[in-house]
């Protein structure tokens, strides 16, 4: 896998405009959009009972980050882990970030 090429940050993907991001909200509606230094960002916190579970969702992400070598930032903390989905090659949010963030809950789901 550490070979795979990223589709999803490729530099030419589609980048979507604030508009185009609010819309696709729709399908991940616990989700926000944050502006930073310029960059959109799709963020979520999720909730967890202690920091051993956390961890754990923390490893699922990552592990299927790394399977599609896309990378979200993760912070993980006590009962809480933050995501947050951006393409760093284009500078904001593209489809492919909302498809991971939906990957994401589906994660969660199994981790409740």
């Known amino acids: 896998m550490k ?3 990223c589709n999803f940050c490729r530099s030419d993907a589609p980048k979507l405009s604030a508009e185009q991001a609010q819309a696709e909200l729709r399908v991940v ?3 926000s959009l944050e502006a930073e230094a310029g960059e959109l960002k799709l963020k979520r916190e999720f909730s967890f009972p202690d920091f051993a579970r956390a961890l ?4 699922r992400v990552g592990e299927f980050a ?7 930032d993760l912070l ?13 090659k ?11 963030a939906i990957e994401t809950e589906l ?6």
């Open 56 to 59: 754990v969702f923390t490893n």
């Open 90 to 100: 284009i500078g904001g949010v593209q489809q492919g970030d909302f498809l991971c």
């Open 29 to 31: 509606p616990d989700w």
């Open 76 to 88: 993980t903390s006590w009962g809480k882990v933050t995501v947050v989905w951006y393409t760093h």
């Open 66 to 72: 790394e399977s599609i070598g896309h990378h979200p």
């Open 3 to 5: 070979d795979q090429q």
């Open 107 to 112: 994660l969660y789901q199994r981790e409740k």
